[in-house]
């Protein structure tokens, strides 16, 4: 089962329709507007919940997104599926894969250093033993090989591959706590998990790293000293096939040769648009209020309209809040990501006066 199937239902598109829009609260007596319901488009449908905060009051119903045909192909039953609103836009995750021992470690605490507040990297799960150096939690979560099997089971995993004889894994989590953050999310993971990555919903940058030839990879591979000789002829045999498979059409998007360094961390710099011109600083965005128990939405445009207020004040305005749903991105499955929200006030004074307050 996956992260989809595990947050939401599977139940027919005719109960969602006619179950779901006239949801409403009974309390007190009165129908209280709780949850409001619209259609956003022909995949999905925006649910805004009140007495709720920002980062929890916008959810969508998939419905027929690409991700939900493919489930119910699959499962030859209908497929809906939560995905919860994600405010902010964060930047596209780094993919890096390529044969071991070529240097994607290296070059990828190079950029940590460099920008610590731009990357975070996604902490990996893996069966294999840790190294000298190696912390859990840091480099890796070591975990066993029964608990890792069950949590794939259980659709936590965004991707997972046996390399080197061991299974290795990246968690939804792991994703998700980077670009909450605000940082921009790294993923050091092999071709095969970078091939699942690309079949996924997350949007991302797929980097491939070379070694100026095989013998400087042995010589690399033996350098560093982790591995044994058996560990060493298993990564440099599978390192044949990466090679051969991270020239595959349409699954990278770059291939830097790491023969010097600092020439490679240039490159990669560069493709990453990090020439020093753009600000390093964390985005910060506007404190939004919680949202009260009664709202109404509607949609106009590529925004929806949450309203909301008292009766004094809607005597003379309407606060509302826009939700701008036009830079919608996948984030990893069960989130979506990019929505901004701001707030507005509308005057009763004049016809269509709109003031934008953040
Ligand atoms: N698919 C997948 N591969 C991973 C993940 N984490 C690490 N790898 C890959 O597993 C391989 C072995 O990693 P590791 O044992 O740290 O050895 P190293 O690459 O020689 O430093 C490398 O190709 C990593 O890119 C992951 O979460 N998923
Ligand atoms: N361009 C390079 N030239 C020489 N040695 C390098 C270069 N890049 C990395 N190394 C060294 O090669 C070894 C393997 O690098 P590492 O980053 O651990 O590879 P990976 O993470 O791809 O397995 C390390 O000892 C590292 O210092």
């Not at 992260?3 to 599977?10: E, S």
């Amino acid at each position: 089962m996956n992260q989809h199937q595990q947050l939401g239902f599977r139940f027919s598109t005719n109960l969602l329709v006619n179950g779901l829009f006239p949801l409403c609260w009974e309390q007190n007596r009165s129908c209280v507007r709780a949850i409001q319901a619209v259609l956003l488009s022909e995949d999905r449908i925006v649910i805004v919940k009140g007495n709720s905060s920002p980062d929890d009051c916008t959810w969508f119903l998939e419905v027929d997104t690409q991700f939900i045909r493919e489930q119910k192909k699959s499962f030859e039953t209908e497929v809906v599926a939560w995905s919860k609103g994600v405010k902010g836009d964060a930047e596209k995750p780094i993919v890096i894969s390529g044969p071991s021992g070529v240097g994607k470690g290296t070059l990828i605490s190079k950029l940590m250093e460099e920008f610590p507040s731009m990357f975070g990297f996604s902490v990996s799960h893996t069966t294999r033993a840790p190294r000298d150096k190696e912390k859990d939690g840091v480099h890796y979560h070591f975990t066993e090989r029964s608990v890792m099997e069950k949590d794939i089971k259980d659709g936590k995993f965004l991707e997972f591959a046996s390399v080197h004889g061991n299974l290795y894994g990246t968690s939804i989590e792991a994703v998700e706590v980077v670009a909450d953050a605000g940082k921009r999310c790294i993923l050091d993971i092999d071709v095969q998990g970078a091939r699942s990555v690309r079949a996924s919903p997350l949007e991302a940058i797929f980097i491939f790293i070379c070694p100026p030839s095989f013998e400087e990879l042995e010589k690399r591979l033996r350098a560093r000293g982790t591995e044994t000789e058996e560990q060493i002829q298993q990564r440099l045999h599978n390192a044949r096939a990466e090679l051969e498979q991270g020239q595959s059409p349409g699954l990278f998007d770059h291939i830097l040769v790491n023969e010097d360094l600092e020439a490679c961390y240039e490159s990669l710099k560069k493709l990453l648009g990090l020439d020093g011109s753009i600000s390093t600083a964390p985005k910060s965005s506007p404190k939004m209020a919680d949202l009260p128990l009664d709202l109404s939405i509607s949609k106009f445009d590529h925004k929806i309209l949450i309203s909301f207020g008292t009766k004094e004040v809607e005597k003379a305005s309407k606060n509302l809040y826009v939700l701008d749903v036009s830079s919608l991105k996948g984030g990893a499955p069960g989130r979506t990501r990019g929505l901004n929200m701001y707030t507005v006030h509308l005057f009763a004074d004049g016809p269509n006066v709109v003031k934008q307050l953040s």
